[in-house]
Each structure stands twice: as structure tokens, then as C-alpha cells.
């Protein structure tokens, strides 16, 4: 064996030790292969996120939106808003990953302030919509969740504050708003000025 053979077999060589101490290039390269076929079993390796979405904040539910009187279910909120004549806030979020979500939720809804102004004048409904597989909602709450969203929330907005007339009708529809309770309340008396 020449000199010039061994020079030549080095490249494999070291693309056979890349591969066997590197599993990411081994993904990297498996996936990336001319063609834009993958080889061997490595077709399934997760593809690399966007540096720009931000990685999923660990928050637990605000303290007390249950016991401020938040529902879970659209029909018993409608239900509730027929026999009180209160028009209904229907909230979508994303508690785990949407940082809108999480900022309204503490900014507005958590809030004593938010839960006294809206004690006798809304109904309340919550649908979250998590992706941790820790924090999903059961079965049940989870249809309960994708039927609100189907006739509130088809375009997938989070979050989504949505304030409809105790018949059910909906009179708007709006995102985050800055400056907490007292913003919100003066938005919710523009939508419905008899609040």
C-alpha cells in the first residue's frame, strides 16, 4: 500500500469517526443527503426549529380563575348569559406557549380588580389550548374546547377575547390589550356601553 492510497482513504475515514461521535452531524448529513433523500432510519429525526420562535414558558393556571367564576363550557355559558342577561367573554389561550396568553392572563383575568368589575355584569368563559403534553385538558374539556373554537375561534387566534349578547351574537372580537384591567374595562364599555 502506497503513501498516495492511504491519503486517499483518509476523507472516509474521517466521515466514518464524524459520524460515529457526532449523532448530529449523523442527523444533519442523513437528512441533507444529495437528492434530498434521507437515509437509513434517520428520516424521522426532528428538523431544527426557527431561531425565532422562543422555546415554551412553564406557566400554571392563574391562581383563582375557577373560583372567580370562569366556565369551561360555551353552552352553559350561553345558558348562564340568557337567564342573567349578561353578555359573555369567551377568552382563548394558549397558557403554555403563547406569550400574549400569558401576559393577559396576568395582566387582566388574574386580577381581583378584573374579577370584581366583571362579578355581575359578564359571564366568563375560558378555553385554553396548551401544547405541553403535561398540561392538556382531558378528553372531555378538550371538546369542549375545539367546539367553542369552531364557532369562535376558526381562525386559530391567540389570544382571542371574544364578547358576545346573551343571544349569542358576537359583538367583537380583539387580541392582547395593553394596560390591564382598566384598559380592558374601558374597551369592554365600548363594546357593550351599557357595562
Not at 355559558?77 to 369567551?90: E, G, H, S, V, Y
Request: proline share 9%.
Amino acid at each position: 500500500m502506497s503513501l498516495r492510497t492511504s491519503f486517499k482513504t483518509l476523507p472516509a475515514l474521517a466521515l466514518a469517526l464524524a459520524f460515529t461521535f457526532s449523532p448530529a452531524l449523523a442527523q444533519k448529513t442523513a437528512i441533507n443527503a444529495p437528492g434530498g433523500q434521507a437515509k437509513g432510519n434517520m428520516a424521522t429525526a426532528p428538523q431544527p426549529k426557527s431561531p425565532v420562535v422562543s422555546a415554551p414558558q412553564v406557566v400554571a393556571p392563574a391562581p383563582g380563575l375557577e373560583a372567580a367564576g370562569w366556565l369551561a363550557d360555551l353552552g352553559a355559558a350561553q345558558a348562564q348569559a340568557k337567564a342573567t342577561n349578561r353578555p359573555i367573554l369567551a377568552v382563548f389561550s394558549g397558557s403554555d406557549w403563547c406569550k400574549p396568553c400569558i401576559m393577559y392572563e396576568q395582566e387582566v383575568f388574574a386580577k381581583p380588580e378584573f374579577a370584581a368589575y366583571a362579578k355581575d355584569k359578564l359571564v366568563l368563559a375560558h378555553f385554553d389550548f396548551p401544547r405541553q403534553k403535561r398540561n392538556q385538558p382531558t378528553a372531555a374539556q378538550l371538546k369542549l374546547n375545539e367546539t367553542a373554537a369552531a364557532q369562535l375561534n376558526r381562525e386559530g387566534d391567540f389570544p382571542l377575547a371574544v364578547v358576545l349578547s346573551p343571544e349569542g351574537k358576537v359583538l367583537a372580537k380583539t387580541g392582547y390589550i395593553a394596560g390591564g384591567p382598566a384598559a380592558f374595562e374601558a374597551y369592554l364599555k365600548k363594546v357593550v356601553p351599557t357595562l
